[in-house]
């Protein structure tokens, strides 16, 4: 086996971080993809200047609805979904099959099963399906059923695999397992993405993740420490080469949080990062939690781009009236967040 075979192999398309604004909007901008559970919402509706691109969609695995799953795949249509658990043989002939209905529209969607049983290993990884071939989820982190439990890493040699939840190191152990060279000469398995949500919820005891463990981060907020986390979750991927070299989710979609040409907001000239701490006509401080960072004021703005190539931010739709008013831009609006 050739170094650059294992170097591919452990190169993933994807790294998942699925979880709502505000730490999908900062994933985003590092570059995971972002997504959410079917049952679960990014929570940017009341926000005027977030647009999350919805690129994975997993399921509910406690409560699994197969009907419902592939009614939210089309509404969303995310590149990426987890379609179910199939802990029986019969279970994962009926996800092949909702597989293969939905690739007839979505061709090139990255569609994963997760086997729960042995025998579904090689059902999801033989199927013939339209377009890409599926992909095998090796259930991993707080799964009612890992992966160990029921089958050995040479099973899921040559095959196509996600990896589902656990942290980066454990995630790396196996990715190795199942990348190494072997006295057999085993193919390795192609890792095409992973994800882990843990540092969203071990923010609220007030600890990040880092390369060297779990750290102390009570002098930040929710925001900032999950940020934290991502940050050295990107940097530890990327050092051992299976950070995607691929365009990512911000590349092809651009940021999250749309930013005016110049830093100040159109009608006062003020830092558009900073607080206002008057009140606006849409009660704008009521709204902001600028001590916890869970939002910022840009995110809350209304940013438009014109013709005559210019991109301003207000901060309430009369101050936007009042501006266009007298610049007399009322006519010449190219695109605008909503």
Not at 178 to 203: E, F
Request: hydrophobic share 35%; aromatic share 10%.
């Amino acid at each position: 086996m050739h170094v650059q075979d294992i170097e591919t192999a452990r190169r993933a398309e994807y790294v998942a971080f699925l979880s709502r604004h505000p730490f999908a909007t900062d994933a985003h901008e590092l570059g995971f993809v972002t997504g959410i559970r079917e049952d679960c919402r990014l929570q940017t509706d009341h926000l005027r200047n977030v647009d999350i691109p919805l690129g994975m969609l997993d399921n509910d695995f406690k409560n699994p609805d197969l009907k419902r799953y592939l009614e939210t795949f089309r509404t969303h249509e995310p590149k990426i979904g987890v379609i179910g658990d199939a802990p029986t043989p019969d279970a994962a002939h009926r996800y092949v099959d909702a597989a293969r209905e939905l690739k007839a529209d979505f061709p090139d969607a990255t569609l994963i099963v997760v086997p729960k049983c042995y025998e579904a290993i090689a059902i999801i990884g033989e199927a013939e399906v339209p377009g890409t071939p599926l992909v095998l989820g090796y259930s991993m982190g707080y799964s009612d059923i890992l992966a160990n439990e029921f089958s050995d890493y040479a099973d899921w040699r040559g095959q196509r695999v996600h990896l589902l939840g656990a942290s980066p190191p454990k995630q790396w152990n196996v990715i190795q397992q199942l990348t190494q060279p072997t006295l057999t000469s085993d193919p390795p398995a192609d890792i095409v993405g992973l994800d882990w949500n843990g540092p969203h919820k071990v923010a609220y005891n007030g600890e990040s993740w880092s390369r060297d463990g779990w750290q102390r981060a009570d002098q930040l907020s929710i925001r900032s420490t999950v940020r934290r986390s991502l940050r050295e979750m990107r940097a530890y991927w990327t050092d051992r080469g299976v950070w995607p070299t691929t365009p990512t989710l911000r590349d092809r979609y651009g940021p999250a949080v749309r930013e005016p040409d110049d830093p100040v907001w159109a009608a006062t000239g003020g830092d558009i990062y900073e607080p206002d701490a008057l009140p606006g006509p849409d009660e704008w401080e009521t709204r902001v939690d600028y001590e916890d960072d869970e939002t910022s004021p840009l995110e809350q703005a209304i940013v438009v781009s014109y013709d005559d190539g210019r991109t301003l931010a207000y901060r309430s739709q009369t101050e936007r009236d009042h501006v266009e008013y007298y610049e007399g831009l009322w006519d010449s609006v190219v695109e605008e967040q909503v």
